[in-house]
Structures are given as structure tokens and as C-alpha cells.
């Protein structure tokens, strides 16, 4: 297999108060990131989830997007009042939420940004984290729904004028989740109501709608719920929450989680090692794994096979949150937010860890989109002090670091994972290569030059990852509290005994010793003679 640059085209949005601008991704040739697209002002910015398109919001009624091939602008939408918008994960629509006056304007639009023409309008009350963005798509832009009181509308994605050209009739439904490539599925949920418990189902898309869903799960005590799609359709993680934990174990209320197949062969709990909270789960990319962090602190980590059985313990520590890298072989398992920032990196298929380090006041964090770099963010609001950015490699060693005054998001541009070469071989390539730190040649020798062709290649390539290092050495342990008048005491009792402040002894201090000493011999000396 021929080794490719599986970093030649990464790229980082960065966001402050004056606008965003794009970096060149890592690896950094001069040790700092190249500016790829100058500042731009801005309120906002967020990629389509393929990275082909950048949704820009200027002001509170302009909204531009930029072509992530040449960075440039390539329309401008004028929309008077918006308070939110959304980009489709193809980039091909543009969907706009603006202030409500009457029922009679329909402040929800759909514009198709190919044209700048709107596709489809219709009137939204309010918004909420449920109920925004109003039309859902799949990934791949295949499906495209909306939820309506006790239903759900599905829309022909290539022509919407034709309006809703199916529903679903699903009583009661709150929330829905399309499944992601292919969008063959929809999860709907139906919270508690009059006695009846709440309950999760999932129903086949297309023209053949289903009444009977084909995978089905009920729930006591359940306020909310997260619903987690993997890659291929196959199966859906549902986190269950309530408010109130009747054990009286968490102040936070309690949390289960709960696994379905599309094909109904499990529909229940995953089984737990630990009781606790759920703090995060995350499937892998390809859809056959998932990981899960949970129980009460110091939490646990287990990754489960589609079967739910465990493949893989990554042990307990102060960790709530767990990131997959796209190619599927480094794990890295985190304690950000209230927590100090502790970070385990695992090599899954080799089932080990590679190291560990920490990255205190963490905001964000993700995996570049070859699976080589972990980036981590702190942010305002959230934090205002301490901005900056921490790129590491995927064994947890530091590679770059830069601090800002005032920072806003940070994100890398999504990419095809198909994009880049495996980089297994090139790791492993690299970790066969020792090379004796104190014995390391000059640039000019001859050493340098008999170094194999191949070998300099495959260096090059994967840009000679050093191996971590623990980051957070176990600390000293503190010495007990003094009082200031104990610490002025104890400067007299030396001064009055001869002794320096520091604890050394001064020179007559040092005579007088010997003094005693040549004293105590010779009292010894006369009682032995005396016996």
C-alpha cells in the first residue's frame, strides 16, 4: 500500500470576537498553523457535517455561504429578524427561524442555496432544542421529515413544493431522531402520560409506511431522552433521564441506558458493571462498537459489541467523556467540565494504552478527521479566562499550543473519512524505528545520509509521533500549616541557639557542638576506667 499525507488538507476554523478565520491543519511546518482565509467578521459560522459547505452569520439579518473548496463566498441571503438557522448536512439548504409576529407568517423557511429561491415555508411558534431545526434530514439527504402534533410529515428532498407526501401517525410523539446513512429508520419518542409509561420507537421510512413499529421500548420515570444512531441504521442507544432519583443516590436524578435492533433481536438494558449516572456514549464509526462512561465517580468505561457483550474494559477514573477517533483505532477517554481535565489515550485494536496527560478548563474537544490529532478547546462564555487551544498527538503527547485573549469555537472541517490512508502501518512503522536520543547525528553527517530512503519516507509521513509522557506526576505531598506567629518563633528559637533560619548551623553553633560532643566521649571515657 502506497503511504499517502493523510494531513495534507485539514483545516481549523477559529473564532474570536473580531470574526473567524481558517488555519491550515497540522502537521505545522514552522511549528505554527498557516492562516488559510484571513479574518472574516462574524457572529457565527458552522460547517455542513460533509465540510463542503460554511454557513456564516454576519449580523442579525445576514446570512452568507462560503464554498470550503475555494473559500470564497458564494451567496448572500438577506433575512430580516432571524434568531436562528441551520445548515442541511449535505449543504445543500439553508433553513432560517425568525421572530414570530402572526400565525399568518410563516417564519420558518427553507431556502436552496444552489439558487438562493426558498423550497418551503411554514409557521413554527416557538423554538426549542426539540423542536429545532423544524425539517430533519438524514445525512445523506435522502429523507427529510418534520414533527407535527401527533405525527410525523415526511417531504419528497428533491422537490419540497410537492408538500408532506406521507405521514406517520405516531399519538402523543415529543421528540423524533432519523437514523443517519442510510436514513432507513425514525425513532420516535412519546413521554409519560396519564399513568401510561414513556416509550421509544422506531418505524421504516420510504413509501411503505409501517403503523407498527418494528422495534419498541417503555420506560418508567422518564423525563427525557437522548437517542444515538450508528452508522448503517442497525441500532439506536437511548439514554433514559429523570429528574428525580427515588434511591436518593444523586441529586442529578437518575439515568439508564437502553439498546434497540432494527431487526428486534435486543431490545432492553445494556448491562452495566456499575450503578451510576450515564455520562457519555459514543458509537464507533463503523457502527460496530460503542463505548459507554458511567457510574458514580470514579466512573467506569466499557466498549460493547452490537450484542451488547463488553470487548473491552478502560478501566475507573475522574472521566465523563469519550471520544472515538473516525478511523476506529484510538479511543480517547476525558474528565472535562467540573472535572480537572484527566485524559487516557487507548489503541482499541491493540487493547492498550498508549498514555496519559491532562488538559485543565477543556470546553471542547474532538478528533481531526484522520484520526491523528485530539484537539481541545477552552471557550467563552463558558470560561473567560485561559482561552486558548491544545492540539495533541493520538498518544496524548503536546503538539501545539496557543492561548488567545478572547476565544469563541473552535472546530476542525469535517472530512470524508475515506479520504485518508490508514494509519496503522505508518504507526506502527514508526514505533519499529529506535533511534538512541544521545547518539542522534548532525544534519550534515554521514549518518543522517545512510538513513534508508524508505525509512526517512515513512518518518516523514507520520511526522515521527513522540511517545507520552504522563503529563501530571503524582504531586508532593503539602507540609502542614504553619501560623505566621509559629514561623517568627521558630526564626528566634535558631537565632537563640546559633542555628540560621534555613536550619544550617552557624560557625560558633558548630564549635560549641563539637565542644559537647568531645565533652560526652570523655565523661564515657573516665566511667568505663572507673568500673
Known amino acids: 500500500m502506497a503511504v499517502v499525507e493523510p494531513s495534507s488538507s485539514l483545516e481549523i476554523l477559529v473564532r474570536g470576537p473580531e470574526g473567524f478565520f481558517i488555519w491550515n491543519g497540522p502537521p505545522f511546518p514552522s511549528g505554527e498553523p498557516g492562516v488559510k482565509l484571513d479574518r472574516v467578521p462574524c457572529t457565527s459560522a458552522k460547517f455542513s457535517d460533509d465540510g463542503s459547505k460554511l454557513m456564516v452569520t454576519k449580523s442579525d439579518s445576514v446570512i452568507s455561504i462560503f464554498d470550503c473548496k475555494t473559500l470564497t463566498e458564494i451567496r448572500s441571503f438577506d433575512v430580516q429578524n432571524v434568531l436562528a438557522a441551520v445548515i442541511s448536512p449535505c449543504g445543500t439548504y439553508l433553513q432560517t427561524f425568525q421572530k414570530c409576529s402572526s400565525p399568518q407568517h410563516k417564519n420558518v423557511v427553507l431556502w436552496k442555496i444552489e439558487n438562493g429561491e426558498s423550497a418551503y415555508q411554514l409557521f413554527q411558534k416557538n423554538m426549542t432544542k426539540v423542536t ?93 431522552v437522548q437517542l444515538s444512531w450508528n ?32 431487526d428486534g433481536a435486543h431490545e432492553g438494558l445494556v448491562p452495566l458493571r456499575k450503578e451510576g449516572p450515564i455520562h457519555d456514549v459514543q458509537w464507533s464509526y463503523s457502527g460496530k462498537e460503542f463505548a459507554v462512561v458511567y457510574g458514580f465517580m ?17 478501566g475507573t477514573g475522574p472521566y465523563n467523556t469519550i471520544r472515538w477517533n473516525p478511523l476506529g483505532n484510538f479511543i480517547c477517554l476525558a474528565g472535562f467540565g467540573n472535572l480537572p481535565g484527566d485524559m487516557a489515550f ?17 470546553v471542547t474537544s474532538e478528533w481531526s478527521p484522520d484520526g491523528r490529532y485530539f484537539m481541545t478547546a477552552t471557550t467563552a462564555p463558558r470560561l473567560q479566562v485561559d482561552n486558548g487551544v491544545k492540539v495533541f498527538h ?16 473552535v472546530d476542525w472541517k469535517p472530512e470524508s473519512v475515506e479520504k485518508f490512508g490508514d494509519i496503522e502501518d505508518i504507526v506502527k512503522a514508526v514505533g519499529s524505528v529506535k533511534i538512541d536520543e544521545a547518539k542522534v547525528p548532525g544534519k550534515g553527517s554521514k549518518a543522517t545520509q545512510a538513513v534508508p530512503k524508505a525509512t526517512q519516507a515513512v518518518s516523514k509521513a507520520a511526522q515521527a509521533v513522540p511517545k507520552a509522557t504522563p503529563a501530571n506526576p503524582p504531586a508532593a505531598k503539602p507540609a502542614a500549616y504553619r501560623p505566621p506567629h509559629a514561623k517568627a518563633a521558630a526564626v528566634v528559637q535558631a537565632e537563640l541557639f546559633g542555628e540560621s533560619p534555613s536550619g544550617e548551623l552557624s560557625k560558633n553553633a558548630l564549635k560549641n557542638k563539637k565542644k559537647r560532643e568531645k565533652k560526652k566521649q570523655a565523661e564515657a571515657a573516665s566511667a568505663a576506667g572507673g568500673s
Open 132 to 224: 429545532w431545526p423544524s425539517v430533519h434530514f438524514s445525512s445523506d439527504e435522502t429523507v427529510a421529515c418534520r414533527l407535527a402534533t401527533n405525527e410525523i410529515q415526511f417531504f419528497d428532498p428533491r422537490d419540497f413544493s410537492k408538500g408532506f407526501v406521507n405521514r406517520l401517525r405516531v399519538p402523543g410523539v415529543a421528540a423524533l431522531e432519523l437514523s443517519k446513512a442510510p436514513g432507513s429508520y425514525v425513532a420516535a419518542f412519546v413521554p409519560e402520560s396519564k399513568g401510561m409509561p414513556a416509550s421509544v420507537q422506531i418505524y421504516a421510512c420510504g413509501k411503505d409506511l409501517q403503523s407498527q413499529p418494528v422495534a419498541r421500548r417503555s420506560f418508567f420515570r422518564c423525563s427525557t
Open 231 to 262: 452508522s448503517g441504521s442497525t441500532g439506536l442507544l437511548v439514554v433514559v433521564q429523570s429528574d428525580v432519583d427515588k434511591t436518593n443516590q444523586s441529586y442529578y436524578g437518575e439515568s439508564k441506558l437502553n439498546y434497540l435492533t432494527t
Open 298 to 314: 470514579p466512573a467506569m468505561a466499557t466498549v460493547f459489541d452490537k450484542k451488547c457483550n463488553p470487548l473491552l474494559e478502560l
Open 346 to 362: 487507548w489503541d482499541y485494536r491493540e487493547k492498550k494504552q498508549l498514555g496519559t496527560t491532562r488538559a485543565e478548563l477543556s
Open 394 to 409: 493520538h498518544n496524548g503527547s503536546l503538539y501545539f499550543k496557543k492561548m488567545f485573549d478572547r476565544l469563541y469555537q
